[in-house]
């Protein structure tokens, strides 16, 4: 009997072992299907970027215009005002400033005040049933998704934006993230944002500011040296582009805080493995403007 016993005993423990192999094969298939997916539509972004980031004109300005109008809706969505009857007011204001791009003006302080200006009227003129909170929620929408994306295109459409317009991009965010994800692994040890981003050091940010300038320097360096000066210093272009990256460490935190204060994880699953627009193009946000004046003042 007790030979028995322990077959059936150990019978029972392969039959148990059986399923959590399986479960944990499950999971390794999920994840790598994950990764294959989050790469491929990545290369995907990447090739469209190359396609039509270097010819510019009015091909980038649809595609800028149709990003902002996108990360304006995942926005409000965002914060549950996506059907509200105000909703169409940033969309509007986002219409205004493309036209303006598009007629070669430059209107943005002029719409930003008008925009506040109508928000608040917005607000005074249906008080208590607006509260001021969604009032600054509608405020932040047009500035955020139409003002700060459009230099993408204004970047571009300067002199050599052909060259250096890929500046925003790949050095000062994505290629700053990468060194900054390498120095993180390899020597972080002080939590940047424990709550916000538990993953994010000290260490990890130093080593992609300090990235970001080497790459851009010898960038310039051998542009300035090939295109006979290019640039007036190609270390001031260094310096610009290394102060982006750690502004675009702060739009990565903000597009997170963001989700995090209204509970959600991604913005969309527009771009399979990466989340929305905003969850792709959050840094870019913010390097985008510092790069064009870069551009303007560092660039002849």
């Known amino acids: 009997m007790k030979e028995e016993d322990v ?9 148990d072992k059986a399923p959590l192999s399986s479960e944990k094969k499950e999971k390794k298939e999920q994840k790598l299907s994950s990764f294959l997916l989050r790469v491929g539509s990545g290369i995907v972004l990447l090739l ?4 039509i980031l270097p010819r510019g004109g009015m091909l980038l300005l649809a595609m800028n215009y149709l990003l902002s109008l996108l990360a304006c809706y995942e926005l409000l969505k965002c914060f549950s005002l996506e059907k509200d009857r105000l909703a169409f007011f940033p969309f509007l204001f986002i219409t205004f400033h493309y036209y303006a791009l598009y ?8 719409l930003l005040v008008l925009y506040f200006v109508l928000c608040s009227m917005n607000y005074v003129f249906h008080y208590p049933k607006k509260s ?33 317009g890929m ?5 000062s965010s994505w290629a700053a993230d990468s060194c900054a994800y390498a120095a993180g692994m390899l020597f972080g040890r002080h939590k940047m944002t424990p709550v916000l981003s538990p993953k994010k050091t000290w260490e990890g940010a130093v080593g992609g500011v300090l ?3 080497l790459l851009t320097y010898f960038y310039g360096l051998y542009f300035s040296v090939k295109q006979q000066g290019l640039f007036h210093s190609p270390l ?20 997170s805080g963001i989700k995090r204060d209204f509970g959600i994880k991604d913005y969309s699953h527009l771009i399979p493995g990466h989340g929305g627009i905003l969850d792709r193009f959050d840094s870019v946000l913010f390097t985008a403007p510092i790069i064009y004046y ?4 560092f660039v002849q």
């Open 7 to 15: 077959r059936r005993e150990e019978s029972k423990g392969v039959g």
């Open 48 to 51: 469209l970027l190359f396609l």
């Open 103 to 110: 007629r070669d003006r430059h209107a943005e302080t002029v």
């Open 132 to 164: 001021i909170r969604e009032i600054g929620l509608y405020f932040l929408a047009f500035p955020y998704t139409g003002l700060l994306f459009s230099y993408i295109y204004q970047s571009r459409m300067l002199m050599h934006g052909a060259i250096f």
């Open 167 to 171: 500046v925003d991009f790949f050095l």
């Open 211 to 213: 990235g970001a300038f």
């Open 236 to 255: 001031k272009l260094a310096l610009s582009v290394a102060v982006a990256s750690l502004f675009s460490i702060v739009g990565d935190l903000t597009a």
């Open 294 to 297: 870069a551009l303007v003042f």
